[in-house]
Nanobody, 124 residues
Framework: QVQLVESGGGLVQAGGSLRLSCAAS????????MAWFRQAPGKEREFVAG????????YDQDSVKGRFTISRDNAKNTVYLQMNNLRPEDTAVYYC?????????????????WGQGTQVTVSS
């Protein structure tokens, strides 16, 4: 069983930055594919960014490419999401997820473990 705990959300003005962190329990963090998803009110949960075991990354191209950066520190069992130049449309609950299978995917149903979420609110 893996427990994921997100932190770092909050209220920020448009153009500002936040860094989300997700701390994972367990001794096999480096073997997980990690990802960030977000869900706005009335919308489906959507893929934001992911990082494979190898460190290869993927982003939702249309919405966050060039503004968000995902990274991982296997020594600290933590994955990060650096969010710059935030926009009101980035407002959502952000979730950290872990996948035990090998490949990075964008589908929420492919992920085995989820955090409780952290609220990000961007004011205009």
């Amino acid at each position: 069983q893996v427990q994921l705990v997100e932190s770092g959300g909050g209220l920020v003005q448009a153009g500002g930055s936040l860094r989300l962190s997700c701390a994972a329990s367990g001794r096999t963090f480096s073997s997980y594919v990690m990802a960030w998803f977000r869900q706005a009110p009335g919308k489906e949960r959507e893929f934001v960014a992911g990082i494979a075991r190898s460190g290869a990354v993927a982003y939702d191209q249309d919405s966050v490419k060039g503004r968000f950066t995902i990274s991982r520190d296997n020594a600290k069992n933590t994955v990060y999401l650096q969010m710059n130049n935030l926009r009101p449309e980035d407002t959502a609950v952000y979730y950290c997820a872990a996948r035990t299978a090998q490949f990075l995917t964008r589908r929420p149903n492919d992920y085995d473990y989820w955090g409780q979420g952290t609220q990000v609110t961007v004011s205009s």
